[in-house]
């Protein structure tokens, strides 16, 4: 049994109380103990009631000791056998500390990445590509089975306007420039030729209706996409599981539509087909009044889709705040179509912006998208200048690894202001920072006792006599499960990266007060701290590995 439920049962014993009332914290100073309860507040039982639970905790193999502050929360302290035991824990169970059987027998989609074909890659799909990925690894690592889906816009009457350029122009050689700027250009002509929208729409409602000229366009253009989209996939280590997108709900839609009418959900409006949302004021298009479909009617039958191939407990999308009233309306409607109902949750996360530094889009920077892909080669460039022997395959682990935790360190809905130097900060909060901490946990382990393997974890020979420094470690590294289940559970891999940050703090700090080779005598013994060198390494490791980032063991 884990540490926090052998003390939340301790205390649920104690007062009386059922273990899911008790809510458990880590105090923000050290010196009030290890975890604290505000349990006799939440029974009103007042500081005298605090007292009888403090008393009816009797100490034992995990608890140390136990005290009352404030108006009533209580102290618990864990013993220190228990953290010192935890470095062998850590040790032992290397990549696996941290894991939980939580999820089991449970499955979870991942809606993530979903840029949108003809258009490059922009900067504003990598937070959900990383975020999305993030939690996609922190689902699976708490047992649940994960299904990533690459939800790409290809779909939708934007592609008629395409289509209708490149039946037109019919360049010789297509790329993602070409496209975009055919997209432009149409839209230029169409305010001057108003006819162009209609003959627009007629090409999407061609390809939509099997047109082979219009299929055949289409596919170019997805085909184009998808070799940049993947050249990025690459570079960001990245892979998602399935990459179904609009276009695969193509001959699914129908069905949404027949049940929408069928059910009386869905009602005619100048010609469209909309769904009326209880409690919200703009209703939802399914059908145009041009007979095409729309984004909605394409997650609807996503949903629909999703629940009969996978019955997941769980949808996660990961997409823009932007979007959120759209969801909301997404959501309501799928449970008035009976595709869900509350065995399955459906969360929008709701990310951020980048920013530049003027506050404005980053996006539209001096007036043209700012592509990704140089983004990502330049944090390249910018790694290997970190330090002389850097070589290629490190700076692409250096150089990612500060953007993904650059993004991440954030919390999800906040806007995030672009910002190359923090990202390499190597005293501060950064990817490189962490990275670095860990080749150091690394080095050190090869220089004192020349391999991982060999380190020896005879715990009776450590004493129970630590410093400061040491006594912070290990009140650390024991919490790394907690928060990568809180993490999941809030989607919040920003939880992650403050607990790796301050783990790294720790150490540093330790690592710079005392040798680790020669320990003066009386204290612990250089085994022990090697061991917990080890330890950190490994939490880092793991924690990173989580966040999508490489940890190189030389930097
Ligand atoms: N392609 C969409 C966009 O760029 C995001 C798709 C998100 N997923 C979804 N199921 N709608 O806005």
């Not at 989209?229 to 990459?243: C, M, N, Q, S, W």
């Not at 145009?288 to 019955?311: E, H, N, V």
């Not at 912070?472 to 790796?500: D, H, K, M, Q, T």
Request: contains cysteine; hydrophobic residues 40%; negative net charge.
């Amino acid at each position: 049994m884990d540490m926090r439920t052998h003390v939340r049962e301790a205390v649920a014993r104690a007062a009386g109380a059922e273990p899911d009332q008790v809510k458990l914290e880590h105090p923000e100073l050290a010196q009030n103990g290890d975890y604290s309860t505000n349990i006799a507040l939440v029974l009103k039982k007042g500081k005298a009631g605090a007292e009888k639970i403090k008393n009816a905790i009797k100490p034992d193999n995990v608890i140390a000791k136990v005290e009352v502050a404030g108006p009533g929360f209580i102290n618990i302290w864990i013993r220190n056998e228990v953290l010192v035991s935890i470095v062998k824990e850590v040790i032992t169970q290397a990549r696996d500390f941290g894991k939980s059987s939580s999820g089991l027998g449970k499955r979870v989609i991942i809606d993530y990445s979903a840029p949108n074909i003809a258009k490059a890659f922009g900067i504003g799909h990598l937070r959900s590509t990383i975020i999305g990925q993030a939690l996609y690894n922190l689902y699976r690592f708490l047992g649940f089975e994960t299904i990533g889906d690459n939800h790409l816009g290809d779909w939708g009457t934007q592609f008629g306007k395409l289509l209708y350029m490149l039946d037109r122009e019919n360049p010789k050689r297509l790329n993602i420039e070409v496209l975009e700027e055919m997209y432009v250009r149409f839209h230029q002509m169409a305010q001057e030729d108003k006819s162009l929208e209609e003959k627009a729409r007629e090409w999407f409602v061609k390809l939509e209706q099997g047109d082979a000229t219009a299929r055949n366009l289409w596919k170019q253009c997805w085909d184009v996409s998808m070799a940049e989209f993947y050249r990025i996939y690459d570079l960001l280590g990245v892979k998602i599981d399935e990459t179904l997108g609009e276009s695969f709900y193509e001959d699914k839609m129908g069905a949404v539509i027949e049940e929408a009418k069928k059910k009386g959900l869905a009602h005619e409006s100048e010609g469209a087909w909309v769904i009326e949302i209880p409690g919200m004021e703009v209703p939802l298009m399914i059908l145009k009044s041009d007979g095409a479909t729309t984004y909605a009617t394409r997650d609807l039958a996503t949903i629909a889709y999703r629940m009969k191939r996978w019955q997941p407990v769980k949808i996660i999308y990961e997409v823009g705040g932007e979007q959120g009233l759209y969801f909301a309306q997404i959501f309501q409607a799928a449970k008035m179509l009976g595709y869900t109902d509350e065995r399955t949750e459906l969360v929008h996360t709701k990310h951020g912006l980048y920013l530049d530094t003027d506050g404005k889009k980053f996006s539209t920077r001096k007036g043209k998208t700012v592509k990704l892909e140089e983004i990502l080669l330049e944090a390249v460039e910018r790694a290997k200048k970190l330090g002389e022997d850097v070589n290629e395959e490190t700076a692409r682990k250096v150089g990612i690894g500060a953007i993904k935790y650059f993004d991440l360190k954030h919390g999800v809905q906040s806007d995030i202001v672009f910002d190359w130097e923090k990202m390499f900060e190597l005293q501060g909060n950064s990817g490189p920072y962490l990275q670095y901490t860990y080749a150091r946990t690394q080095s050190i382990i090869s220089k004192v006792q020349g391999s991982k393997s060999s380190i020896q974890l005879d715990t009776e020979s450590w004493t129970l006599n630590f410093n400061d420094e040491e006594l912070a470690g290990l009140r650390w590294i024991y919490r790394f499960p907690e928060v990568v289940e809180e993490a999941a559970n809030r989607y919040s891999p920003n939880l992650v990266c403050n607990y790796l940050f301050e783990l790294a703090a720790r150490f540093n700090t330790f690592y710079n007060k005392h040798s680790i080779l020669t320990p003066p005598e009386g204290g612990q013994t250089k085994q022990f701290r090697v061991a917990m060198t080890a330890a950190v390494g490994q939490v880092l490791y793991n924690g990173l590995n989580l966040l999508g980032i490489e940890a190189p063991e030389v930097m």
